[in-house]
């Protein structure tokens, strides 16, 4: 009569040992595809960022010149700070996509390093099943 009951938990543990080693492998996978689509959507913003900031720069200059000041002194000094400025904004900015693009690529290295481990889990806790199963019956 044990035999069995002992060796549906073992099918039952193989089981849910290959389950959860394909469930982590599909995860890391979904995570590594969304580590793409951030990366991509970070290049978009990026060269919207950039485009913007050309823009105003040659308003800025267009300005100047149709003013007719000349682009020494505190107004040129005001556009350079101006252009300074954006560009400090857009690397954070860049730094920020970046570290999620970093962050979700460790998430999907850390589901597949955690796997083995969680699979060894599930078959420790069946065989002790098992073995439980095989003493009480």
């Known amino acids: 009569m044990a035999f069995p009951l002992v060796a549906a938990i073992v099918g039952s543990t193989m089981l849910q040992v290959v389950g959860g080693l394909n469930a982590s492998k599909a995860q890391a996978e979904e995570l590594e595809r969304q580590a793409d689509q951030e990366r991509l959507a970070a290049e978009g913003r990026e060269l919207k960022r950039q485009q913007e900031l050309n823009a105003a720069l040659a308003a800025n200059a267009v300005g100047i010149a149709a003013s007719g000041i000349k682009t020494e ?32 690529k460790r998430q999907a290295s850390n589901v597949l390093s955690a796997a083995p481990y969680q699979a060894a889990s599930t078959l420790l806790s069946g065989a002790a099943s098992a073995y439980q199963a095989s003493v009480d019956y």
């Open 73 to 104: 002194g505190s107004v040129s000094s005001i556009a350079l700070e101006n252009t300074k400025q954006t560009s400090l904004t857009g690397g954070v900015f860049g730094l920020s996509d970046r570290l999620a693009f970093a962050q979700r």
